[in-house]
């Protein structure tokens, strides 16, 4: 085993858009820049945002650099080369996102972009706060570029409430937006390809201008015929020390604890595993070396370190982030 290896904590990569928040910076007593941000990219591996190790042997290591020097010992060992295949941030709203689809593994070829399936967990919401996720029953390609062009696009999309503890599965191919007042950790295959297809008739502050649409690249793309994703509720009941498998998809799987007392991990080295501190304060500790993670953040425990402990100070739910068995 690579004797550098650790849990590792990054920087957080912190990103400003016309529908930033501040539902970070006062849930989790984030730093954020000005006091508002649309995104913290937490764990990616991007030319446009790339994370940086923030402490320890391995301090101001390039995540890039840490694939290439350590491989599988660090991804896990279906890893094949390439990236690192997730990309986790934290999606702060204050405002509606746009209406938007990514492309799938089968159709991202026909526009040029990156498949991207993702899921988001809701760590925090307004009370009032909703998000739109696939097509209501009925509709078309034909009745959907109608609802384009009058602008009456809202009442085509299935909308839901959202309440902390919901996740929601987000495959390439579904329509979707969400609503303000969500605070998100989106788990997604690393890609940054977005199809805006509707932006509410707003304009940017900065240009006054429309922000650019891709109707045409959208359409491509838009799985048609897919049923809409159903959210997954939060039942306390199902919860607990044992694991809460909450999604498990091709791409990641997402598993939540509920804690008050020491846990140790079943690892292998088939994975890496991605810890967020969703409440409450635990303590990392795998191999020679730990991490402290508060409220709010995360941390990277590499495949090749065999035993993964996890204590709590009180109590604590634990996202636990990881690639799907093979």
Known sequence: MPGDLHPLVFEPVYKDYIWSGARLAKRYSRAVPNGRCAESWEVADRHEGMSVVKSGPLAGARLDELVTRFGRSLVGNPWNGGPFPLLVKIIDAGEKLSVQVHPDDANAERTGGEPKTEMWYALDAARDAALYLGFSAGVTRKSFAAALADNSVEPLLMKHRVSAGDAFYVPGGAVHAIGAGCLLLEVQQNSN????????????????????????????????????????????????????????????????????KPLALNRNSASFDILFAADGAVRVTAGSRYADLQAGTSCLVPAALPDCRIEPAGQATLLRIAMPAR
């Open 193 to 260: 390809t977005t199809y805006r297809v509707y932006d509410w008739g707003r304009v940017d502050a900065k240009t006054g201008r429309p922000r650019e649409l891709h109707v045409e690249n959208a359409l491509k793309v838009i799985r048609w015929t897919a049923p809409a994703p159903q959210p997954i509720r939060h039942r306390t009941s199902e919860c607990g020390s044992a694991p809460h498998r909450m999604l498990e998809s091709p791409y990641f799987v997402l598993d939540r604890y509920d804690i008050s």
